[in-house]
C-alpha cells in the first residue's frame, strides 16, 4: 500500500498533488494552444447538435455536481445556452419535463452512482441527447452515453473527490469552448485566450502546491472549531460548496457553503468570534462585491480564511489569513481556487486523527438509492 500511495500518507494527498498531471492528461490530444485548436473526438458529430441545443441540463451528484454547477457558470457565459444543473436523486424522482431536442450531460467519476444511472436511463427513453463526462473507463453512465469525454484523471481511490473534480472542470470548460467556437458564441480572441489560460492550468496548479506547509499550519490554527462556513460568488461559489463538503467528508466538522451575497439572509446569524469563515475571493468580476461581503464578517468579530489572486492589495489588511494562488481567467480560476479546500480539509482530517481516505459512512461510489 505505502508504495501505491507513491510515498505519500494518503491517497488523498497523492491524488491532489497529482493534479498538474491529471489536469494535463484531460486536455492532452484535445488543446492545441499554439495552433488555436480544440478537438474532442467523443463530441466531434455532435457538436454541431450540441450548437443549436435550446437548453443543456447537467445531472450529477456530489462533488461532480459541484463541477456541473461551474459548468451552467461557463457554458451560459460562452455558448449563451440555458442551463440546469440538477441533483440527479432530485431529477429523477420528480417526473422532468425532458424530451427530444434536450441534451443531458451526466457528470460522474465513478460513472456507476445509481441516481445519475437512472436519471439518464429515463431521460433517454423520453428522447433526450445523452452526454457522458465520466472517468471511469467503459463504465455504465459511460456505456448509456450517446457521446461524451473522459476525464482522464486515472483511477481516484480516496473516497473525497479531488482529481476527479479539477478534470470535470477541465473538460467542461473544453466543451462549453467547443460549442461555443462552432456556435459562433465567443470572439477568437477570447477563444485563443481561453486556450492559452487553460493550457497553463497545470503550471499553475504545481504553484497553488506549493503552499502546503503553510496551508498545514492554517488547518492547525483552526481544527478545533465547531463550524466553518465557506463563501463565494460567480464561479467560486461552487468552490465553496466543495470546500464545505470536503471538510464535513473528511473531519467530520460542520460545515456550510453559500453564495456569499446570500449569507445575509440566514448564516449571518451564525458569525462570532469562534466562527472561521473562508472565503474563496479570487480577482474576478465579483471582486469588489466579495470584500464587502468580508466586511460584514470581519464586523461580526468572525475569523476569516481568504484565497486571493497573488498580488491582491486589499484583502490581505481584511483578513486573519490569507492563501495566495496565481492570476486566472475567472472561467478557469476553480481549478486553482479550489485546491487550497482540499488540501485544508485533508489537514484538518488528519490532524483530528481520522482515516481520510475512508471517511466513515462514506461510499466511493454509490450504487444503490
Ligand atoms: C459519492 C462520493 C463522492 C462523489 C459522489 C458522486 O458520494 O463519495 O466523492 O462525488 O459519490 O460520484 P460520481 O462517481 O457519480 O462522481
Redesign the pocket.
Known amino acids: 500500500a505505502a508504495i501505491e500511495k507513491g510515498g505519500y500518507d494518503h491517497f488523498m494527498l497523492k491524488e491532489i498533488f497529482e493534479q498538474p498531471q491529471t489536469i494535463f492528461d484531460s486536455l492532452r490530444g484535445r488543446l492545441d494552444a499554439k495552433n488555436g485548436t480544440l478537438t474532442i473526438g467523443g463530441i466531434r458529430e455532435h457538436a454541431e447538435m450540441l450548437s443549436k441545443a435550446k437548453r443543456i441540463i447537467i445531472v ?6 459541484h463541477a456541473g454547477l461551474v459548468a451552467e457558470y461557463m457554458i451560459e457565459e460562452l455558448c449563451r445556452i440555458p442551463v440546469e444543473v440538477e441533483y440527479a436523486s432530485e431529477f429523477r424522482y420528480r417526473n422532468p419535463v425532458v424530451g427530444p431536442g434536450d441534451v443531458i450531460i451526466a ?7 445509481a441516481d ?1 444511472l437512472v436519471a439518464i436511463e429515463s431521460a433517454k427513453e423520453k428522447g433526450a441527447i445523452i452526454l457522458g463526462v465520466c ?1 471511469v473507463v467503459g463504465s455504465s453512465i459511460a456505456r448509456l452515453s450517446d457521446a461524451g469525454a473522459y476525464t482522464h484523471a486515472g483511477p481516484e481511490i480516496g ?3 479531488t482529481k ?1 473534480f479539477t478534470a470535470q472542470l477541465a473538460v467542461l470548460c473544453l466543451i462549453g469552448l467547443k460549442v461555443a467556437i462552432v456556435k459562433g458564441s465567443i470572439t477568437k480572441q477570447r477563444f485563443q485566450h481561453l486556450l492559452d489560460e487553460l493550457d497553463n492550468i497545470p503550471e499553475k496548479v504545481a504553484t497553488v502546491l506549493k503552499l502546503n506547509g503553510r496551508i498545514k499550519e492554517i488547518a492547525a490554527k483552526y481544527k478545533d472549531a465547531r463550524d466553518f462556513l465557506y463563501l463565494g460568488r460567480g464561479y467560486n461559489f461552487p468552490v465553496a460548496l466543495e470546500g464545505a463538503l470536503k471538510l464535513k ?1 473528511i473531519s467530520y466538522i460542520h460545515a456550510e457553503g453559500y453564495p456569499a451575497a446570500e449569507m445575509k439572509h440566514g448564516p449571518i446569524a451564525l458569525v462570532d468570534e469562534n466562527l472561521p469563515v473562508v472565503f474563496v475571493a479570487t480577482h474576478d468580476s465579483y471582486y469588489e462585491k466579495v470584500v464587502s461581503n468580508i466586511q460584514e464578517i470581519r464586523a461580526r468579530k468572525g475569523k476569516v480564511i481568504a484565497v486571493i489572486t497573488e498580488g491582491d492589495q486589499v484583502i490581505p489588511g481584511m483578513a486573519d489569513d490569507i492563501i495566495e494562488v496565481p492570476e486566472a481567467d475567472e472561467l478557469v480560476a476553480p481549478m486553482l481556487s479550489v485546491i487550497p479546500m482540499q488540501l485544508l480539509a485533508y489537514h484538518i482530517g488528519v490532524l483530528k486523527g481520522f482515516d481520510v481516505d475512508k471517511p466513515r459512512n ?5 450504487t444503490v438509492e
Request: charged share 10%; proline share 0%.
Open positions: 450529477a451528484c456530489g462533488t461532480s455536481w457528470v460522474s467519476q465513478s460513472g456507476e452512482t445519475t472517468n473516497v473525497a473527490s476527479a467528508e462514506l461510499a466511493k461510489s454509490v
